[in-house]
């Protein structure tokens, strides 16, 4: 039996200082290993939100034939063509921002009663303040380029 009770006693000997500072020093570089990924990783991560692009294009004036009255609804414009000229044109209301509709005789809101003329002037409703014309451009690759950052007067065409 004491051959059994010197084994239990080997076995359940105390740890040392020495080993406890060693496994408390790495457990502290490993975790600190795990925090410094995770930041850098959360770091590299991109946290700008970036909105829709304020220039875009539409194709080339060959896809909008003369008397061309159409609305880009992703863009939230309207290409008018009449003859060689080209204008771009918001179809989001002036009143709460709704879309409005585009028809033969200008533009209408169907939410609140806005209408606009064919230059997006306001005729009727409660909507404050005309339409706004966009610039109008051409790419070097010959498409059409639309750039809601740059408002231009009303009646200002481009001309293909």
């Known amino acids: 039996m004491s051959e059994k009770h010197n084994a239990q006693e080997e ?5 040392s200082r020495r080993k406890v500072l060693a496994w408390l020093t ?3 570089i490993m975790g600190s290993a795990v925090v410094s990924v995770f930041s850098n990783l959360v770091f590299i991560k ?7 692009p304020t220039r875009f294009s539409i194709g080339t004036p060959d896809d909008y034939p003369p008397g061309t009255r159409i609305a880009l609804g992703d863009q939230k414009v309207a290409i008018i063509r009449e003859g060689s000229k080209m204008a771009a044109i918001s179809i989001t209301c002036t009143h709460l921002g709704c879309i409005v509709g585009v028809s033969e005789t200008g533009f209408a809101c169907p939410c609140h009663g806005s209408r606009f003329d064919q230059d997006g002037n306001v005729t009727g409703g409660p909507a404050p303040k005309p339409l706004p014309w966009y610039e109008l451009s051409m790419a070097p690759n010959g ?4 750039d809601k950052g740059k408002e231009v007067t009303a009646g200002k065409w481009f001309t293909v």
């Not at 991109?46 to 829709?52: D, E, F, I, N, S």
């Open 11 to 15: 076995s359940s000997e105390p740890i």
């Open 26 to 28: 790495s457990m502290g």
């Open 46 to 52: 991109p946290r700008a939100t970036y909105g829709q």
């Open 143 to 146: 498409e059409l380029e639309v």
